[in-house]
């Protein structure tokens, strides 16, 4: 069954070290997104693509960085972490092939902790 | 610009009591809307969708053009309803993105 993937599930970094963060998809589907959720701010979108080559920014998309090098994978960089990033990160992903409007397919979520 | 508002971040009902989640929305345009569910150490899943008008779970949701508004009714709860719910707002002007509310938080209680 195709499915959303992250990895990994849980992580405790220090400040100011890099991290990454994976997410892996095998819906074939050409829109994926990620989001971080806070309490009392609900899901915020950081960074999203809509293809390979292609990367866009969100509403809260600094310091973290995306690339999209083929379809599947959509790997999330804190380039420096920093306390303020502590959070539960998801990846998902749309279809957007035939309509710009398509259901999000949620990945289990990394809980990122920077200490 | 498109905004989503849930007035409630907490909602606490008793097991066969009537809910409803509210969801307002602000959008230029005609917006396709989204009620997502989140469970206890479970993944975001969609719903129900407007656009496919199904009851999921027993649970409906109506879009009110005129009053903005795409909220959320189950007439009986039951207490595994207990969950984050979220409502979402996607539409031609934004392109494929999703616009979430802050989410509100059920609790049904026995």
């Known amino acids: 069954d195709a499915e959303i993937t992250q990895s990994p599930r849980h992580k405790i970094t220090e400040t100011g070290r890099q991290v990454t963060l994976a997410c892996h998809q095998t819906?074939?589907?050409?829109?994926m997104f990620w989001y971080r959720q806070d309490l009392g701010h609900g899901l915020r979108l950081i960074h999203y693509?809509?293809?390979?080559?292609?990367?866009n920014k969100g509403e809260v998309s600094d310091g973290y960085s995306v690339s999209r090098s083929n379809t599947e994978d959509l790997p999330l960089t804190l380039e420096s972490a920093a306390s303020s990033q502590t959070s539960v990160y998801f990846c998902?992903?749309?279809?957007?092939?035939?309509?710009?409007?398509?259901?999000?397919?949620f990945g289990p979520g990394t809980r990122l902790t920077v200490l | 610009a498109q905004r989503v508002t849930q007035p409630e971040k907490l909602l606490s009902v008793f097991k066969g009591a009537p809910v409803e989640l509210k969801c307002n929305y602000s959008?230029?345009?005609?917006?396709?809307l989204f009620w997502y569910v989140q469970y206890s150490r479970q993944r975001l899943q969609l719903l129900l969708r407007?656009?496919s008008r199904e009851s999921i779970k027993g649970f409906t949701a109506d879009l009110n053009k005129g009053e903005t508004s795409f909220h959320l009714k189950k007439p009986f709860a039951q207490e595994e309803d207990s969950a984050m719910y979220y409502c979402?707002?996607?539409?031609?002007?934004?392109?494929?993105?999703?616009?979430f509310g802050d989410g509100t938080t059920l609790t049904v209680k026995p």
């Open positions: 979402a707002l996607s539409g031609w002007t934004n392109a494929g993105k999703s616009t």
């Open positions: 693509s809509y293809g390979v080559q292609d990367t």
């Open positions: 959008y230029s345009g005609s917006p396709e």
């Open positions: 407007h656009i």
């Open positions: 998902a992903s749309s279809d957007g092939a035939s309509s710009s409007t398509d259901t999000q397919y």
């Open positions: 819906w074939n589907h050409n829109n």
